[in-house]
């Protein structure tokens, strides 16, 4: 569904991304796990068009999209759940949900849509007329993806959605993960929270230094020695 | 009414005819600065060209015999449209090139495009003052209050609300509205929701020259000339009404305008005329040193 070849991203001269390759495909959770700054970030908004990649291929669905606009490569169907979640604090909750739902053209299913992401998460239902910037950080991230769900994604990004939560809210957002893939939408999952992330993932990718270093499924990663060292903690 | 009350209350009508105009400008650059932090100081030019195309398009339609309002309309649509494509073309050749440049580079730019552009109408039409056709007629059913406030000022008040309130319709309902607000609260995720900034961008300039091109056409009716040298004092006094309202604030632009507008006529009436751009400028100063943020303007959002 998506690929990378030889991905190279800079910010100025310094290089982010070095010969990113990996792989997802339809119906997959894949995670990518890495410490802080090791190019995670950079990898989805290279892929979602905000920082274009300077050289390498990424193809969605066979169609190149390196180098085309963020406006084109979520009308394809890939939305992201950004690290800090990132709410529009003066907007309500309805309008931030609004807003995920921009570019779709079919209006008359989003009201089906409001219904599934409330039941998912019914206090968002609550808090509807509610300023985003007055959520807690457990709310803010339950908006932040079913904003992302409201443009109905086939491929889903979330960077580090376990970020500054609660033990207890970690684990339902980690289930509705589970959920919103299992109702057919293709996760790739960036986490520093490997445990967490490998448990519900089919297969993950180990990024170190902007350059993938490790492959393999989830079950394997969680068993390998040297991920268990040097991000579980073990 | 005695005396006292009948002055107090046409300084005051004046002041909010005056005040709506600055609010019609003050949102121009109120929405500018908050999509994209950039004081736009060639706004008060956009203004000025907006009266000149005024006067330009009555002045022929009056060759013709056309109707005073039907002049006043296609006079105000004309400004309109020629005032969005300067602004629009404004950003696109003097601010979006220096998008990623430091924050002073676009400052310079916009000072350099309101000189330029007020050389240029200077040199295109002329230095002098032009007289400006009364446009706005009298209606007689507004006779009866013409002791405190005349016609042209009742229709200038309730066209400048009227405009208002559309706008803040637009900005509250539309999807176009909403995809502004957004664009101004978060650049980097409303592009990751599809939103496409730089047409976001340049909307927000058309918008906010149309209004300019409104108050331009309006307020030259009332003063009855103009030269090219007006959207100085005009974009001064608007950039204050839009400060006191709380820069990026659409809703304290509208009321920063009308403040300013009463305040600036109270003491021109009451203390002298020549005081009224003093006081104006005093407000400015006043308001930047004790809440920077104006009336309207909320503290910093913390981003997590
Ligand atoms: N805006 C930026 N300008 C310059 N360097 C950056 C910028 N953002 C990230 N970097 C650098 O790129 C590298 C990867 O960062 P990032 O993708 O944010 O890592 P992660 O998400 O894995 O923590 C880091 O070395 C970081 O310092
Ligand atoms: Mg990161």
Redesign the pocket.
Known sequence: MLRLRNVDTF??N?Q?LRGICLNIEEGEIVTLI?A???????TLMTICGVIPPLSGTIRFRDKPIQHLPPNKIVRMGISQVP?GRLIFPQLTVMENLELGAYLRTDKENIGKDLDYIFSLFPILAERAKQQGGTLSGGEQQMLAISRALMGRPTLLLLDEPSLGLAPIIIRQIFDIIKKVNEDGTTVFLVEQNANQALKIAHRGYVIEN?AIMLEDSAERLLKNEAVRKAYLGI | MNSELQYFFELVFSGITKGSIYALIALGYTMVYGIIELINFAHGEIYMIGAFTGLIVAGLLGIFGFPLLGVLAIAVICAIIWCAAYGYTIEKVAYRPLRNAPRLSPLISAIGMSIFLQNYVQLAQTSDFLPFPQLIPDFEFLDSIAYIVSSTDVVIIVLSAVVMTALHCFIKYTNMGKAMRATAQNRKMAMLLGIDADSIISVTFVIGSALAAIGGVLIASRMGSIDAYIGFLAGMKAFTAAVLGGIGSIPGAMFGGLVLGCCENLAAGYISSDYADVFAFLILVLILTFRPSGIFGRAPVQKV
């Open positions: 910010y100025g310094i982010a890495g802080n700054g090791a190019g995670k970030t950079t690290e902007g």
